[in-house]
């Protein structure tokens, strides 16, 4: 079955520090990755996406995520954290043969901004 | 725009008894979607619609009903709860194959 993995569950940051929060999936094929970010007591907001073209990609709120085919992967980095960044964030994989759109999400990466 | 709506935010059921979550978007988009999420898991798909009238399953369907009778809005139905499925439940809307909006969330636990 097709997956994506986020290995880390649980990171803690002090605020200006660099992010990275990495993420793989499992799916050969053309596919369109996403990050998603869950502030507390929210729904789920798209922070950026990748279908085509650059592999670099340009969210908001000063996220960034690169696309690497060759190692299935698509980390998220922010440069300088923020308190406010504080939230749990999901990586999503929709596979080139969904013919629905449906999303694969993987399991979550809470980030905790220390002030 | 509303965007996505879902109805009610909050429930508490007791074992065996039946509800609908009721989600709605003002967008105009084909795809509908029901997710739950539970801590250390992710969202799992539950069922999805492609449209008016149509469902189909997802990852973890058993236990839950749907229906497409209007484009716009999309049930999710507990005939008979158990606490099994005390959850966060999401709904999502797309115009494929573009990204997902999501709703707010109902939270329900079944006791």
């Known amino acids: 079955a097709q997956s994506v993995s986020q290995h880390n569950h649980h990171v803690i940051l002090s605020e200006a520090a660099s992010l990275e929060l990495g993420c793989n999936y499992s799916y050969g094929g053309t596919v369109n990755l996403f990050w998603y970010v869950q502030y507390p007591g929210q729904h789920l907001q798209l922070l950026l996406k990748?279908?085509?073209?650059?592999?670099l990609v340009k969210g908001i709120k000063g996220f960034e995520a690169e696309f690497i085919k060759s190692k299935f992967s698509f980390n998220l980095r922010k440069p300088s954290v923020q308190w406010s960044d504080t939230a749990e964030y999901f990586c999503?994989?929709?596979?080139?043969?969904?013919?629905?759109?449906?999303?694969?999400f993987g399991s979550g990466t809470r980030l905790s901004i220390r002030p | 725009n509303a965007g996505v709506t879902q109805t009610p935010k909050f429930r508490v059921l007791k074992t065996g008894q039946s509800m609908t979550l009721l989600c709605a978007q003002d967008?105009?988009?084909?795809?509908m979607y029901w997710y739950r999420q539970d801590p250390g898991m992710g969202l799992r798909l539950i069922h999805y619609?492609?449209?008016?009238?149509?469902?189909a399953k997802g990852e973890v369907p058993d236990g839950y009903n749907v229906s497409r009778l209007k484009k716009q809005n999309f049930l999710l139905g507990l005939e008979s709860a158990a606490p099994s499925q005390t959850s966060v439940y999401f709904c999502?809307?797309?115009?494929?194959?573009?990204?997902?909006?999501f709703g707010p969330g109902t939270r329900l636990t079944v006791t």
């Open positions: 999502a809307s797309s115009a494929s194959p573009h990204e997902q909006y």
């Open positions: 990748y279908f085509s073209g650059d592999p």
């Open positions: 619609s492609v449209g008016e009238g149509t469902t």
């Open positions: 999503a994989v929709i596979p080139g043969y969904s013919s629905a759109s449906k999303i694969i």
């Open positions: 967008m105009n988009h084909e795809y």
